[in-house]
């Protein structure tokens, strides 16, 4: 069946293969257009360089007029995202317009990677720790522990890791 929310997700599935946005990758599941799988790749010169970062998108029947649930399936440590993997991104709330598309909606996810909004932390350790003058303030039994709750550390950024 094909509705406007499929149409419009079709479309943006062909203009991410077409003209794809830097350091991102997206694609529908097998047979369910409405459920994405994504990657987002580190900025380079960002704490987040050499990161791959894997979410999923889970579109509506109202897609486009409401935004899609974003989440990180990578573990992540940052000052706008849930423990869950939710993600703090005014244009996946309150800000949301029709006009964003998934090319849009991950480069902006993307970009709050790279600049954090310290203004709205859904993380506050992780807002703490991104705003610290001197990493050193860190000690040591804490890096410890993040690292194992962590595991490889992919996915934690190098100016946590002192």
Known sequence: MSTPARKRLLR????LQQDPPVGISGAPQDNNIMLWNAVIFGPDDTPW???TFKLTLQFTEDYPNKPP???FVSRMFHPN???DGS???DILQNQWSP???VAAILTSIQSLL????PKSPANSEAARTSQLENKQELNLEHIKEKK???GDLENVPAFFLL
């Open 148 to 150: 194992l709750q962590f």
């Open 12 to 15: 943006d599935f062909k203009r």
């Open 49 to 51: 360089d050499g990161g």
């Open 81 to 83: 995202i849930y423990a």
């Open 114 to 117: 790279c600049d954090p909004n």
């Open 87 to 89: 993600i703090c991104l």
């Open 69 to 71: 649930t974003v989440r």
């Open 99 to 101: 006009i964003y598309d």
